[in-house]
């Protein structure tokens, strides 16, 4: 990609190394939350507690650059939108209950993976040669970080399997 301004990319480099900051903290704490309750119901208020924070950072954020718009919009897709984001981060937490942090982001990482495959097989897409040799390539890079020989299988791969898709 190519940007008018070099001072872009920098800014876009900066904006991209806090955000996995920020999502690492995040994930961190959330794990530590589900090491100290062992419960699987607060899942719900986690949930509920990360949209919260969320919505009024994005609010301040929006106010402050005067784009903020508050007119309700109500589409089913947008609901249904909702829903499966909301289930995919349960299984998502799930996984980051019961997995170490390398074994639950490899799994993740299946997520481009599983939609090019998925998308080729149950959509009838057309994919070339180049897009298949990146999934294999990012398929093996996947079982290299995860390594299969000294893994120790459980129900708990699923949960983010069920996350990425």
Not at 18 to 32: E, G, P, T, V, W
Request: hydrophobic share 55%; glycine share 8%.
């Amino acid at each position: 990609m190519i940007f008018k301004n070099k001072n872009n990319e920098f800014i876009g480099i900066i904006y991209m190394i806090l955000c996995m900051f920020f999502f690492s903290i995040n994930d961190a704490f959330i794990k530590y939350i589900l090491f100290l309750y062992k419960d699987i119901t607060i899942l719900g208020e986690i949930i509920f507690i990360r949209g919260i924070c969320s919505t009024v950072i994005l609010g301040l954020y929006l106010y402050y650059k005067k784009k903020l718009n508050l007119k309700v919009v109500t589409s089913k897709p947008l609901h249904l939108r909702g829903l499966i984001e909301s289930i995919a981060a349960i299984f998502f937490f799930l996984g980051l209950m019961y997995l170490p942090f390398g074994e639950l982001y490899s799994l993740m990482n299946l997520a481009p993976i599983l939609i090019t495959a998925s998308g080729a097989f149950i959509l009838g897409e057309k994919v070339g040669w180049r897009r298949w040799t990146a999934v294999i390539c990012g398929f093996i890079g996947v079982l290299i970080v995860i390594d299969p020989n000294n893994l120790k299988f459980g129900f708990a791969f699923i949960y983010p399997l069920i996350a990425a898709i």
